[in-house]
């Protein structure tokens, strides 16, 4: 047999070129093709290099900061991917700063680029155009990394960087600063290279073996799962029927166990089963709510699986705490339980019978169930549903049936009232594949309304729902039910939706109950057309007595 022959390395490729060039070079490497942007003098560099790039990159330009960054965000969060948004500095950024502070509480990789004063007069105070007192000081409390890209050279090595820290460890937002004479300088460059897999953290086999113990000999396991599960749903499942232990999730862990699965409870039922378990197992979840509201006593055990060394012990030091990605270090657990796991009695009528007094106690929204009922029947399984800050919301987050990981996205614990519509509206241009319907009030929506003119730009076919009931419902009802009735600021002066959609050009449609609601949705889909669906409510009940309750354990 011939010699194979040795597989000679190309030689690097040095090339001249500008830094904007270098970073959309470095950005196609790391598999970044859209920057959800909005442009300005700053950046202007880094947008002519975007242009030049062509097809290569999309750039999806949008009418307010905030809009940009919640794409990416909406992007990242239906995708599991990192992704992009560019921003002038000061005013650009801090618009953007709601949805940056939104990805760091979701730990959802999003790259900031936001632009910068002449790179001579940074700190001076002169008063440029959008400068800001110590940019990099805000950036750098925003976010977990970041840096400022000094020019051409050193382009592809901070994005490399960048991305780097959105994806390992406890993932994460990042940004990078340029300065706006910076991104058109010109230099060589050396070889830009796709970056090298990320090395898996080494698991803790001690940590493991104890875990497996634990839980082996534990009775009434529950499973507690949040956003840092949403790429273990297999390994949930897996375990969830190991131990026949309940899964809860509230909002970020919705979809990691399939609600056709009598195991997968919500927050109410979860609480039912925090106060007879033995041992709990959080998995990608902060669990600052269960451990500080619902409390913790010696009879139950904890068990933490996080990306985050840090945060196991922050509220109450577990028992256990495994540290890196949820989904190998389960795997490893799984393998592990196999060996002493014992026999365990089938829960699964215990669990139909528990999840059908729970739908009795939840009929009391029976406004807001319907609505998410015809909204369950129209949008496929992998079709996606994002949440709001809003009564159909909250409601969804205990009662909408989610089938499939990372088809139900909500904000966490920031809770931010209008980010609704545009992370929607990037969720469903990063997924054009399946439908995306988003959920609002009227409140909620107007936030970053003004996005339908992105939607109709770029061809979102985006289906938002604006349930409308002249007020910011929920602020009102604390006045009404705690404060006397005394109402302030909370009665709303609407837009007509249907004509504030169609003066977009979008289709803009009203549906007064459940079942119209439903066939305007069907409708909708099937267009795949940027629409809103106005549905004008009343008073709905207060969901607030399945989501704020009082503690089952401990002092
Ligand atoms: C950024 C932000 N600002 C304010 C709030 C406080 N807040 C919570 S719910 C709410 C009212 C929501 O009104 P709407 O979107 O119309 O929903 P509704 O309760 O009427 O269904 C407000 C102001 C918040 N959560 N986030
Ligand atoms: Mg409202």
Redesign the pocket.
């Known amino acids: 047999m011939p010699k194979a022959k040795r597989l000679r390395k190309p030689p690097p490729v040095t090339a001249e070129m500008s830094t904007g060039e270098a970073t959309v070079a470095a950005l196609l490497a790391h598999g970044l093709d859209t920057v959800y942007a909005l442009p300005g003098i700053h950046n202007d560099h880094l947008f002519d290099a975007l242009q030049r790039a062509g097809d290569r990159i999309a750039v999806v330009h949008t009418r307010h900061e905030q809009g940009a960054a919640y794409m990416a965000l909406g992007a990242a969060l239906a995708t599991g991917k990192p992704q992009a948004y560019a921003v002038v500095p000061g005013p650009g950024l801090l618009n953007s700063g ?1 949805a940056l502070l939104t990805a760091y509480g979701m730990n959802a990789p999003v790259l900031a680029l936001i632009g910068q004063i002449p790179a001579a007069d940074i700190g001076r105070g002169l008063g440029h155009l959008h400068e800001i007192s110590d940019q990099a000081g805000i950036i750098a409390r925003l976010v977990d990394h970041a840096a400022l890209i000094a020019g051409p050279d050193d382009a592809p090595g901070k994005i490399a960087q960048a991305v780097r820290s959105m994806v390992s460890g406890r993932p994460g937002p990042a940004a990078l600063e340029c300065a706006m004479d910076v991104w058109g300088k010109r230099g060589k460059v050396g070889p830009i290279v796709p970056p090298a897999p990320p090395r898996a953290p080494k698991i803790d086999d001690d940590a493991v073996r104890a875990a497996a113990k634990l839980l082996g000999k534990a009775k009434r396991i529950l499973i507690c799962v949040g956003g840092g599960a949403q790429d273990a749903s297999l390994e949930v499942g897996l375990l969830s029927s190991m131990l026949q232990a309940p899964v809860m999730s509230y909002r970020r862990g919705r979809g990691v166990l399939d609600d056709r699965d009598p195991f997968s409870v919500n927050l109410p039922l979860g609480r039912e089963l925090w106060r007879e378990a033995d041992a709990v197992l959080g998995i990608g979840t902060h669990m600052l709510y269960t451990l500080t509201h619902w409390g913790v006593d010696r009879d139950l055990q904890i068990v933490r699986v996080d990306a985050d060394p840090a945060e196991p012990a922050r509220v109450h030091k577990p028992k256990v705490a495994l540290i890196g990605d949820a989904a190998p270090i389960l795997r490893r657990l799984i393998d592990a339980l196999a060996r002493s796991n014992p026999r365990r009695a089938a829960r699964r009528d215990e669990m139909l019978e528990r999840q059908a007094k729970m739908r009795a106690r939840l009929a009391k929204l029976a406004p807001q169930l319907a609505f998410l009922a015809a909204i369950r029947a129209e949008l496929p399984e992998d079709g996606i549903f994002v949440d ?5 919301g909250f409601a969804a987050r205990l009662a909408f049936p989610v089938h499939r990981p990372r088809t139900f996205l909500s904000p966490g614990y920031q ?4 980010w609704g519509y545009a992370t929607a509206l990037g969720a469903q241009h990063a997924r054009g594949d399946v439908p995306v319907v988003s959920v ?6 107007l936030y970053t309304g003004n996005e339908l003119a992105t939607a109709m730009r770029h061809k979102i076919p985006l289906v938002a729902i604006v ?1 409308a ?1 002249g ?5 009102r009802r604390i006045q009404e039910e705690q404060f006397g009735n005394r109402l302030i600021a909370a009665d ?1 002066a609407n837009p007509d939706f249907v004509k504030y959609a169609e003066s977009f050009g979008a289709a803009g449609r009203r549906a007064g109950d459940a079942a119209a609601l439903r066939t305007a949705l069907r409708e909708a889909v099937a267009a795949r057309e940027p629409t809103l669906i106005e549905v004008p409510v009343g008073t ?1 009940p207060s969901p607030w007595e399945f989501i704020l309750m009082p503690r089952v354990r401990g002092r």
């Open positions: 709601a709001e800050v809003t009564q159909v809770d931010n009232l209008g609002s009030g009227d409140g909620g929506f349930f009931d007020a910011f419902g929920n602020v709303l709905m």
